[in-house]
């Protein structure tokens, strides 16, 4: 069975950082297309927003609103995501989910979210 757990939230003044954690158990980790997805207050499930993400291939892609202030890193031995988040501003206030998206052959990917960490940026 696989989980996803979040952890490192929390409330930080404008221009500070945090680092997010993202622990997945279930032996699936390596290999797999993983990342973090923000929904801001009063937004919809379906208006999530990608913050950043590891292709299949291992390749990263940030959203426009975080490139050159955030940084995903992985732990393969660890099964473990992280999310460095620098010079933060009140608009990155979210709660922060992280995610894996996992194979089951022949039916196709699952995607499988953890339960959400909230980051408050104060200003």
């Known amino acids: 069975q696989v989980q996803v757990v979040e952890s490192g939230g929390g409330l930080v003044q404008a221009g500070g950082s945090l680092r997010l954690s993202c622990a997945v158990s279930g032996d699936i980790f390596s290999g797999n297309r993983m990342g973090w997805y923000r929904q801001g207050p009063g937004k919809q499930r379906e208006q999530r927003e990608l913050v950043a993400m590891f292709t299949n291939e291992g390749q990263t892609t940030y959203g426009d609103a975080v490139k050159g202030r955030f940084t995903i890193t992985r732990d393969n031995a660890k099964s473990s995501l992280y999310l460095q988040m620098n010079s933060l501003k009140s608009e990155d206030t979210a709660v922060y989910y992280c995610?894996?998206?996992?194979?089951?052959?022949?039916?196709?990917?699952?995607?499988?979210w953890g339960q959400g960490t909230q980051v408050t940026v104060s200003s």
């Open positions: 995610y894996i998206d996992v194979p089951y052959p022949p039916v196709g990917r699952r995607r499988h």
